[in-house]
Every structure is written in C-alpha cells, then in structure tokens.
C-alpha cells in the first residue's frame, strides 16, 4: 500500500510564475490536508479537503491560493503569481476520516517551493 | 491563536537522558491526541497517539503521560539516543475531524 505522494519534491519559481503541487492521498483515503512548514516553525493548517468538497479553508490565504481535490486525480494546491514569502515545505496528510481507522493523519514526503 | 501551544522549542539531553515535552490546549471537544515525529528533509510521522479517556500510553521507550482536568499531555523519551534526534509535534483533533498542531520542539541528544 502506497504512502502518501507528493510531487514535485523540489520546485523552482520565479516571482509573479504558477505552483501547482500535486497530492495522492493513500488508497482508501478520502480526506485530504494541506499545511505549509517555514525553517524552524511548526505546521500551519492550510487547507481540509474531501473529495469534490473543501471542508475547511481558513487557514489558506485570501488570494493567490486555491486547492482542490477532484473525484478523480490527485489533490491539487496552486499558487498563483508567487512572491519570495511562498517559499516553504508544503506537506500534504491523508486520512480515512472519522468513519474509519484512528483517525491518524499519513504524510506525505513534502515539495518544496523555492521562489527566486 | 494557537489551538495547542507546546513547549520548550528546543530541547538537548545526553545520551540515555529522559526527554519531555509538553503541550496544552484549551478546547474540550478535541477527541485525539497524537505525537509526530520529523526527520529533516522527511515528512512527519506518527510517534504515539492516546485518546482522552486514558491517562498514559507506553510504547517503548516513549510515553503519553496525560491529563484531562489540566488539559495537559506530555512525550517522554526514556534513555534518549541520538537518533532520536528530530522535531516532535503534538497535535489534537478537533470536532469535525480537523487536527491542530504545536509548533513543534527540535529535540538534540548528545552522544
């Protein structure tokens, strides 16, 4: 059984370009997290999805970010026109939700966003 | 604000030493409360988690020690080693099955 996968592991952009990171949560999960890690800071919640639906987005910014996570596909988080503060490690985190196992939240290995 | 707030942010035991750290929160409603454990460059990953219903979890070396009417829980790590040496999170889940993280605590053990 596949962990959690992330891609791209490491991505470079310049200011004012497009992220796009990609999530798959692991088989079975249908409960998608997205958090963003500084150098020497904790987790910040981003973002909480199920399929086809955003359950809690209040710790994404108003603008420039988005996410979604489509029936079928991977979980996408987009940042538009991206300024040097974007830089991070954007971590991704499944779970099978409450209806099933502990409700431990998978990680995945993070990407890595440098904006130049 | 800070749904859980964890302490100390860095943490350097010796070798064999007992490692703690300790986290709060405030909301009542959390049901869940793992620990996760960081690599550099690595994803977090689940340590040990404990429900509030129990006031201790041991798993090897590394227990939950916690307290509901304080609203307290604590990781201890007995006879640290250095490769234990990684940032540790707590973390609590929420109604709605959102989770909440500490900010975290870079654990070093010495050799």
């Known amino acids: 059984n596949a962990g959690v996968m992330q891609n791209p592991r490491h991505l470079v952009r310049r200011r004012g370009q497009e992220a796009r990171l990609r999530c798959s949560p692991m088989?079975?999960?249908?409960?998608v997290y997205w958090y963003r890690q500084l150098p020497e800071e904790g987790l910040k919640f981003m973002v909480y999805?199920?399929?086809?639906?955003?359950?809690?987005e209040s710790g994404m910014p108003k603008e420039r970010f988005s996410a979604e996570f489509p029936k079928e596909g991977p979980s996408i988080l987009r940042i538009q026109q991206v300024v040097r503060g974007d830089s991070a490690a954007y971590f991704c985190?499944?779970?099978?939700?409450?209806?099933?196992?502990?409700?431990?939240?998978?990680f995945g290995e993070g990407s890595r966003l440098t904006v130049l | 604000q800070q749904q859980v707030k964890q302490s100390p942010q860095s943490l350097i035991v010796q070798k064999g030493g007992i490692s703690i750290i300790n986290c709060a929160y405030e909301?009542?409603?959390?049901?869940?409360f793992p620990w996760y454990q960081q690599f550099p460059g690595k994803g977090p990953a689940l340590l040990i988690a404990?429900?509030?219903?129990?006031s201790e979890k041991k798993e090897g070396r590394f227990t939950i020690s916690f307290n509901k009417s304080a609203k307290q829980f604590s990781l201890h790590i007995m006879d640290s080693q250095p490769g234990d040496s990684a940032t540790y999170f707590c973390?609590?889940?929420?109604?709605?099955?959102?989770?909440?993280f500490g900010t975290g605590t870079s654990l070093t053990v010495i050799p």
């Open positions: 985190a499944s779970s099978p939700g409450l209806a099933g196992g502990t409700g431990e939240l998978f």
């Open positions: 999805l199920q399929k086809e639906n955003i359950i809690d």
């Open positions: 909301n009542t409603a959390f049901d869940y």
């Open positions: 088989k079975g999960h249908s409960h």
């Open positions: 973390a609590a889940r929420g109604t709605g099955n959102q989770f909440y």
């Open positions: 404990i429900r509030p219903d129990v």
